[in-house]
T-cell receptor, first 113, second 111 residues
Framework: DAGVIQSPRHEVTEMGQEVTLRCKPI?????LFWYRQTMMRGLELLIY????????DSGMPEDRFSAKMPNASFSTLKIQPSEPRDSAVYFC???????????FGPGTRLTVL | DQQVKQNSPSLSVQEGRISILNCDYT??????FLWYKKYPAEGPTFLIS?????DKNEDGRFTVFLNKSAKHLSLHIVPSQPGDSAVYFC??????????FGTGTRLTIIP
């Protein structure tokens, strides 16, 4: 298996633009997680899905952030409009049962100018 | 508020010696604790875990110790090797899907 795949790996955009991050989980994993990594707060859980259904989005910072999982093999995290404080590394992870080991993708480094 | 804290942002250890990474937590309801390791430009990878019913778990060179009364856990790496240089994240959950991570400790092994 190729592991969790994320695209793009790097994204540089200007403030106010829409940003879409993409994730393909490991086949057969029922849980998908979106995290954001910053120096100050470490890894923060933004939202997670079980069987394509959003379960907990309490970590989504504000309404500018949205996430979807239209099928078992694809998820997106969208920021509209983007702001400089959104600059961070965004990780997607998947797991088989949820409570056990999570497998992380390589991350997307987002820079908002 | 940070429920899982790694108060040492960095640590340097001589190759062959013991590396000890520390983690404190505030919520006594946490049931399961994990350590992840992260290399630059890669996602974190699972290293070792421990349930709250245990106080020690060992896997090769890696041992995690849990002190529930002090709300403290530590990761011991013996002996330390250059390939262990990475950022280590401590994480905890209530036995469910949501992991709460610390801010990480950068470990540098000096040859």
């Amino acid at each position: 298996d190729a592991g969790v795949i994320q695209s793009p790996r790097h994204e540089v955009t200007e403030m106010g633009q829409e940003v879409t991050l993409r994730c393909k989980p490991i086949s057969g994993h029922d849980y998908l997680f979106w995290y954001r990594q910053t120096m100050m707060r470490g890894l923060e859980l933004l939202i997670y899905f079980n069987n394509n259904v959003p379960i907990d989005d309490s970590g989504m910072p504000e309404d500018r952030f949205s996430a979807k999982m239209p099928n078992a093999s694809f998820s997106t995290l969208k920021i509209q409009p983007s702001e400089p404080r959104d600059s961070a590394v965004y990780f997607c992870a998947s797991s088989l049962y949820g409570y056990n080991e999570q497998f992380f993708g390589p991350g997307t480094r987002l820079t908002v100018l | 508020d940070q429920q899982v804290k790694q108060n040492s942002p960095s640590l340097s250890v001589q190759e062959g010696r013991i590396s000890i990474l520390n983690c404190d937590y505030t919520n006594s309801m946490f049931d399961y604790f994990l350590w992840y390791k992260k290399y630059p430009a890669e996602g974190p990878t699972f290293l070792i875990s421990i349930s709250s019913i245990k106080d020690k778990n060992e896997d090769g060179r890696f041992t995690v110790f849990l002190n529930k009364s002090a709300k403290h856990l530590s990761l011991h790496i013996v002996p330390s090797q250059p390939g262990d240089s990475a950022v280590y994240f401590c994480a905890a959950n209530f036995g469910n899907e949501k992991l709460t991570f610390g801010t990480g400790t950068r470990l540098t092994i000096i040859p």
